[in-house]
C-alpha cells in the first residue's frame, strides 16, 4: 500500500533562490516544505518507500509548479531540515534525483487527474478518521499555515474528497502527517 500526501503550498517559492540557512527566514514558509518532506519520508532506518509526496508551490515568481518526491525511488539520505530543502532547492534549478520530479502542474490540474477513490481532505470539521472507512492506497491533501483556499476546497468536494478530522485541534502540517503515517502503519502491521 502507497500512501499519497498532496501538500497545497500557497506561498511556497517557484525558484531556487531561498537561503538554505534561513528557510524560515527568506519567504515562502520553505520551512514547513522541509518539515512537511522529513515528517513524510524520515524513518530511523532511512527514507519511508511507501509513501509518495507532492507539494503544490503557488508562490512567486513562477506558479505553480509541483514537486513530487517518490520514496519507491528516492535514495537521497535527508534527515535535517536543510538536507530536505536542498533537494528541492535542486530540483528547482533542474538537477533532479531518482524519484524527484518537478513538473508545470496547478493543484487544480494534480487533483482532476487522481483516481477520485480514496481521496481525503484532511480538515478539522471532518469525519473523525476511523482507520476501517481509509481504502488502499490512499492520498491526503492537507493546506499549509492558511488552510486551503475556497476555490480550493470547492474543487475538493467536486472530485468527492472526504472531509477527514484528526481531531478539534488544528495541528501543523507535518504533524498531521506523522499522524496519518502512524495510523496507516498501525493498520499495515499484520497485511
Ligand atoms: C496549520 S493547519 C492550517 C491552519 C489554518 N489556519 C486554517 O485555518 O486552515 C495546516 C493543515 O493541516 C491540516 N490539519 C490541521 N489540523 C487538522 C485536524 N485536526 N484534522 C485534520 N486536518 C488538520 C489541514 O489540512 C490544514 O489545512
Known amino acids: ?23 524560515a527566514g527568506s519567504g515562502g514558509r ?5 518539515r512537511c518532506i522529513i515528517a513524510t519520508f524520515a524513518t530511523p532506518r532511512g527514507i519511508r518507500k511507501d509513501a509518495i509526496l507532492s507539494i503544490v508551490l503557488e508562490g512567486p515568481p513562477n506558479p505553480p509548479i509541483t514537486f513530487t518526491i517518490d520514496g519507491r525511488e528516492f535514495e537521497r539520505k535527508v534527515i535535517g531540515e536543510v538536507g530536505a530543502a536542498e533537494v528541492l532547492r535542486e530540483a528547482l534549478a533542474g538537477r533532479t534525483t531518482k524519484g524527484v520530479r518537478v513538473e508545470r502542474k496547478s493543484f487544480e490540474k494534480l487533483i482532476r487527474e487522481l483516481p477520485r477513490e480514496n481521496l481525503y481532505y484532511l480538515h478539522e470539521e471532518g469525519e473523525d478518521l476511523d482507520r476501517s ?5 490512499p492520498i491526503f491533501i492537507l493546506g499549509d499555515q492558511k488552510g486551503i483556499d475556497e476555490k480550493g476546497e470547492k474543487l475538493l468536494d467536486e472530485v468527492g474528497a472526504k472531509r477527514l478530522s484528526l481531531g478539534p485541534f488544528s495541528y501543523l502540517a507535518s504533524h498531521c502527517i506523522v499522524i496519518i503515517n502512524n495510523e496507516l502503519d498501525q493498520m499495515s502491521i499484520g497485511d
Open 30 to 34: 520553505m520551512d514547513l516544505i522541509a
Open 133 to 137: 472507512i481509509i481504502g488502499k492506497n
Open 1 to 23: 500500500m502507497v500512501r499519497t500526501f498532496i501538500l497545497k503550498s500557497s506561498e511556497g517559492r517557484t525558484a531556487p533562490d531561498f537561503s538554505l540557512k534561513s528557510l
